[in-house]
Structures are given as structure tokens and as C-alpha cells.
């Protein structure tokens, strides 16, 4: 056998060497995902075994995504972002029969948000009642512009008073916050709102105009439904399907809003204030959380109760936008 020169030994090796690098970095560059997309992708892939796995981790040597730190808005800490008494990253969406969700069927009055077709990421916090968290919708400037529009305006919070209750007061202990209403056609409410309902697939206008919040230190609202009971409230030509909660503060103490009722469990015991059982999500600034009032067939969803706990450090800004449809 003729004995290979040291040269072209050499030569083969750097071949060898170059061939071995330029297959990783190949299948790097096809395979692993941009940091922008991996929670993106490697959610509609678990959506389509109808299991939404809450927490798409975010690879360790990713560029920081939040506020100069690596943790990923999905990375949702027990204790610090919510309290829960169910494991909110293994919730599961009812299977396909029960989940509405292909806006085929002519009697839906809506569609549920899909997370194979929504237009930016969203996570499941509860599938019974439906809850999700959509993370950095809004912008600091947004949620800032909406404070100062805002803030000279305030008034003390309201209720609506039942059809034939004997107590016609507005103002009730059961909501101690003061609030305003942002004009939804124009401006930053006008751009919130709009990007809001194109992202929950209902038709621009259905919503109300949006009520700002602002919580401070002990304010809270116990526990009720957004929708107008007509066993309550007398005959609703329209009525609300969806509520949007924008956190427009982060809160340093309380101040979560609270689903009693979350994940499934109705309990026979009333409770509108212990802000213990259920779940729990602490307010966070350019965060919303989105609650179905109603089932897509019209049937209003008594398991969406809900309320906001009471502040215990901080100030509690928050908007609150309802989305309409059609009770005939
Ligand atoms: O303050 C909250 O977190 C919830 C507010 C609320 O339920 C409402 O405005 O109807
Ligand atoms: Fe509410």
C-alpha cells in the first residue's frame, strides 16, 4: 500500500475538520429557532395535541427578553406572578367537541382565541372558566398615556343596582375603587381597543368604551359576574362576552384579580372576598388577562366570577374593556 505524504494527510484533515463545522453550524442555522419565535413555535405545536403547556422555557443562553433579565414572560413563578390551587402550566382546553374553536358553526355568536391562529402569543391560565394572559400587549408609553389622560378625571367607582332591589345605590362597599371612561374612538384608547378586538376576532365597535381603574392601598372589588343576569337586571338586547383586564401598573402587594372558581371547581359555599381559593394573577404593567363572560353559544358562564383584591402596597392601575355581542 503507497504511504500517504504528510501534506495531503494534513490537507484531508482540515477537509474532515471544515466539513464538521459546517454541518453544525447548518443545522443550526435551520433547525434551531430565532429567539423571537421559540415560544411562537413550540406553542402551535403542542396546540395541536389539544394540550396547552403553559411554560415554553426560554433557552438558557437567549438574549434577555424582559426588562434586562432572561426570564420569559411565560416563565410564570407560583408565589411571585399568581397564586393557584391548580397547576396553571398543565392547563387543558376541553376536548375538540366542547372547544368552539373552528368558527365554522353559524350559531356561535363568537370564536375563542386559538392559538394556532391568534396574531401575537398568548398563554391559558384556566380552561373552565377560559382565562388567558396575553403578555407585554400594551407599551409603557400606552399604559402611561392612559394613567395621565386619566388621572384628572377620576370619580368614585359604581355598581349597577339589580332591576327590583329596594337599594338603588351606585356607590357600594363591594367596589371601593375610583374610575373614568376612555373614549374608544379616537387616541390611545382607540388604538388599544382595536388591536384588542382584532386580536379576539370580534368586529371593530363591539366593545364598551373602557373604564381606567386606579386601586389604592386596602381599595378591592369583591367577587361577581361582568354579564348583566336578565334575571337580575331585566331584558338585555346585548350583553358581555368577554372582559379584557389591562394592567397598566405593576402592583409591589395584592391586587390580583381573582377567579374563585378557576380551574372548573364551582363551589356551593359563596365566597366574594376571601381572594383565597382558585386563582389569583398578580398585576403586572403592559399584561392583560382575558375572560369569557359567556360560552361562544350565548350561555353565560357563571364560573367567569371575579374580582380584584385588595391593594396592600402600591397603586392598582388597571383598564377595563367588555366586549359585546347580540343576546337574540
Ligand atoms: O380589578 C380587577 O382586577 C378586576 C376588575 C373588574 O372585575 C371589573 O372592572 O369588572
Ligand atoms: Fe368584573
Redesign the pocket.
Known sequence: MKSVSPRVRSNVLRLVIFAIVASVMMFFLLFAPSKHDTTWQARRAVSDVKTVNAVVSNPKNAAPLVNGTTKSPFDLVKGEDYFADYDIHNVRLPDAGEDYDDGKNPKWKFRYLNITTANRPFIWLSAKPRIALIPNFLSDEECDSMISIASPRLERSQVVPFQNSKNKNTVDEVRTSSQTWLDVTSGVGKQVADRLLEMLHFPPGSSEMM?I?R?QTDQK?DA?N?YFDPRLYGPQATNRAV?A?LYLSTVEEGGH?WFPDADGKKHEQWDFKSCKRGLGYKPKKGNVVVFYDMMPNGDYDPLSL???CPVKKGVKW?G?LWLRVDTK
Open positions: 373604564q381603574l386601586y372589588y361577581h361582568d372582559t383586564f384579580t371575579h374580582g380584584g388597571g377595563t
